[in-house]
């Protein structure tokens, strides 16, 4: 079964950080560009962050630039989402996304609180 599962979501405090996973069963990782999105409540999904499948080169939202932080794992493959200094409109269920042509795959989602 070809799925992603994403990971690592909480509740934080402002200033803190996560560690989103997004794991990839029954196809590899490493083959696909991923994105981060999320989708705040009454909010359209937006883009967080992307890295590339051939040379890892990776974009940021200017709103996460400098405090989150895209890498992969092809061992495990996985891609994670490094946040930090986290604030309150952080705040959304993450999701991500691999694409490879015409192959797309969207997982669940897991839902980032920051809140004191």
């Known amino acids: 079964q070809l799925q992603l599962v994403e990971s690592g979501g909480g509740l934080v405090q402002p200033g803190g950080s996560l560690r989103l996973s997004c794991a990839a069963s029954?196809?590899?990782?490493?083959?696909?560009?991923i994105g981060w999105f999320r989708q705040a409540p009454g909010k359209e999904r937006e883009g967080v962050s992307c890295?590339?499948?051939?040379?890892?080169?990776?974009n940021y939202a200017d709103s996460v630039k400098g405090r989150f932080t895209i890498s992969r794992d092809n061992a495990k493959n996985t891609v994670y989402l490094q946040t930090g200094s986290l604030k309150p409109e952080d705040t959304a269920v993450y999701y991500c996304?691999?694409?490879?042509?015409?192959?797309?795959?969207w997982g669940q989602g897991t839902q980032v609180t920051v809140s004191s």
């Open positions: 996304k691999a694409v490879l042509g015409y192959r797309n795959y």
């Open positions: 890295i590339s499948s051939r040379n890892g080169s990776t």
């Open positions: 029954g196809f590899t990782l490493s083959y696909y560009a």
